[in-house]
């Protein structure tokens, strides 16, 4: 073992455990610390043992065992736990140290704390990693942002541990400045979330419309990770439908109420601020609180009818409109998701490379897939792409697909099956894909009862008028606000 440590990481929770194991099996030497010193050193005499790693019974310590520029990594819950332990750290530190926060932070969390570390002439890198407690271990996908100056002192140990691409690429780039890397982080759970929810929309058609078994089910998600659809998340929902304990599918024994833990919902906050029509991913989070409301909904189940489920059509036919509906569907949240990106860079003046993005999200995070490949292409070809929908794959693929998508969602509303996420996919798509919209309508009705002006058809760009539209008003405007 080294004299002095690489790197130090604070937090022995599932996370932390597994980053510790996985630079240890790189060769790299670390100190673990956590707040509670016995998890330390029931870490060391465990699955840590006879490893290149080493305790810290305090901060003081911790700091003391690692080679300059110092590199610790906190891996503590976000907000307030991560603040103190920066006051913590401070004192013991000096100029170019650098701290790293790994957790789902808030991006503006991020860009706050880089200010104040860097007037303190210390980095501060704030990171996204994401492959839970699997990609962790053997190879995550990891998005820094923060001080671009640190990136050249942690970027061996991240590319190192992060999870590599068939040709050895690591799943680890620098993303930007600031927050940028959480930002990313923060975009690639809300598709995380947009992805799930299609999924399980997918999984309740074959079940309460087809009345599918099981282990029909499972045949279907593993005949769709072989083609387009080839993903982690469709992999894992192959592998859920097979799992039975006492014969039985787990699944149907797990209550139908989901958590969350906040990322998707700040997806939402921020592309409402922004104004990007971020419209399946927003779906999807309240698709979530939906079904919270457990208790309520089975009460409702007694009072409310719908129409009664009933499916006559050819099950094969279905189940490949199912498929392309879902391909579609999906294509829609990475290219919303894509473009909330576009529009913080331009806000924040980052830096952002959206081909590597897509590189550091095919391999080791939950939303890899197989057309992230096609989404790198796609920018490596055109960087000022404004929505990839309109690269020529997207496009193709799209329009292939119009057709069962339609039919799809048609069925499921008639059937009464919610399918917020994929319907809402559609409805993005053919608005998006709309000339002219009623928002004239909605424009002359704002300006009707509210002076708010309204722009002309038939004039340049960029003026502005309002009406009396009822005679009895003046000529004052109101102020406008545009998001």
Excluded at 45 to 71: C, D, F
Excluded at 211 to 222: L, P
Excluded at 327 to 343: C, D, I, P, W
Aim: charged share 25%; net charge negative; hydrophobic share 40%.
């Amino acid at each position: 073992m080294k004299e002095l440590s690489d790197i130090g990481l604070v937090g022995l929770a599932v996370m932390g455990e597994n980053l510790i194991l996985n630079m240890a099996s790189k060769g790299y030497t670390v100190t673990a610390y956590n707040r509670s010193v016995n998890k330390v050193e029931k870490f060391l005499e465990g699955r840590a043992k006879g490893k290149s790693i080493r305790g810290a019974a305090s901060v003081e310590e911790l700091v003391q065992s690692l080679a300059k520029p110092r590199k610790i990594m906190l891996m503590v819950k976000a907000g307030q736990a991560v603040d103190d332990f920066i006051e913590q750290l401070i004192p013991h530190l000096e100029p170019g140290d650098i701290i790293i926060d790994g957790g789902n932070t808030h991006y503006p969390d991020t860009n706050r704390r880089t200010a104040y570390l860097e007037s303190k002439r210390l980095h501060f890198i704030g990171t996204g990693v994401s492959g839970g407690e699997e990609g962790a271990l053997t190879g995550p996908s990891i998005m820094p942002g923060g001080s671009p100056d640190a990136w050249k002192h942690v970027k061996p140990i991240f590319q190192d541990i992060a999870a590599k691409v068939e040709d050895g690429s690591p799943c680890c780039d620098w993303v930007g400045e600031d927050g940028a890397g959480h930002f990313v982080k923060m975009v690639h759970n809300g598709i995380e979330y947009g992805d799930m929810q299609l999924i399980c929309e997918a999984y309740q058609l074959m079940r309460d419309l087809l009345g599918m078994t099981h282990d029909e089910m499972h045949e279907v998600f593993a005949e769709w990770n072989e083609g387009e659809l080839d993903s982690y998340l469709v992999e894992i929902t192959r592998d859920i439908l097979a799992y039975k304990e006492n014969g039985e599918p787990l699944v149907d024994k797990i209550l139908d109420k989901a958590g969350q833990k906040g990322t998707g919902k700040w997806t939402g906050i921020i592309a409402l601020d922004m104004g990007i029509p971020l419209t399946l991913i927003g779906e999807a989070v309240f698709a979530r609180c939906l079904s919270a409301q457990k208790d309520e909904r089975v009460a409702a189940s007694k009072i409310l009818n719908g129409p009664q489920v009933k499916f006559e059509g050819d099950r094969k036919a279905f189940l490949d409109d199912l498929r392309q509906a879902l391909l579609a569907s999906k294509m829609v949240s990475y290219a919303q998701g894509y473009a909330l990106m576009r529009e913080a860079a331009r806000e924040f003046g980052w830096h952002l490379n959206y081909g590597g993005i897509a590189l550091m999200w095919r391999g080791g995070c939950i939303i890899r897939s197989a057309f992230l490949d096609n989404i790198k292409q796609a920018y490596d070809k055109n960087p000022e792409l404004d929505n990839l929908l309109l690269d020529d794959y997207f496009k193709d693929k799209i329009h292939a697909a119009q057709a069962g998508w339609r039919r799809l969602a048609a069925t499921a509303i008639t059937s009464g099956i919610p399918a917020p996420a994929i319907t809402t996919a559609l409805n993005y798509f053919d608005g998006y894909r709309t000339a002219r919209l009623p928002a004239n309508m909605l424009q002359a009705q704002r300006d009707y009862f509210g002076a708010h002006t309204y722009e002309r058809v038939d004039k340049p760009r960029g003026e502005f008028f309002h009406t009396n539209w009822t005679g009895r008003g003046g000529d004052t405007a109101s102020s406008t606000y545009n998001v």
